[in-house]
């Protein structure tokens, strides 16, 4: 098995991915050059936060028109505002470091 995540590791290394293992068990960290997160182990691009971002946008949207249509969506709303607020934040966090 080690065998295996060793050549992972090394294939990656080739492309130019950045070891993680330092990462899995660290504080996450961002790289402003690349505009990648790095937490738990993964390497989290600018594109598939951006992603998430309009995911939790578009949620909001969703449940908010069923909630003006009467219908009973409060927490899934609730849960969708949090998490498109705090992509927001992480956004806005790694803008005030970068200046």
Known sequence: ????????????SSFGMPDLSATQY???R?????????CNGMAIS????EKAKNHYQNQMLFYKNKF????????MMMI???AYNAICLLGESIEKKDS
């Open 80 to 82: 969708a505002t949090v």
């Open 30 to 38: 961002y790289d402003k050059a690349t505009g990648t997160l790095y």
């Open 68 to 75: 003006d249509k009467g219908e009973d969506v409060t927490e």
């Open 1 to 12: 098995m080690a065998n295996r995540e060793n050549l992972i590791q090394n294939l990656a």
């Open 26 to 28: 660290s504080t996450s």
């Open 46 to 49: 600018k594109t598939t936060i």
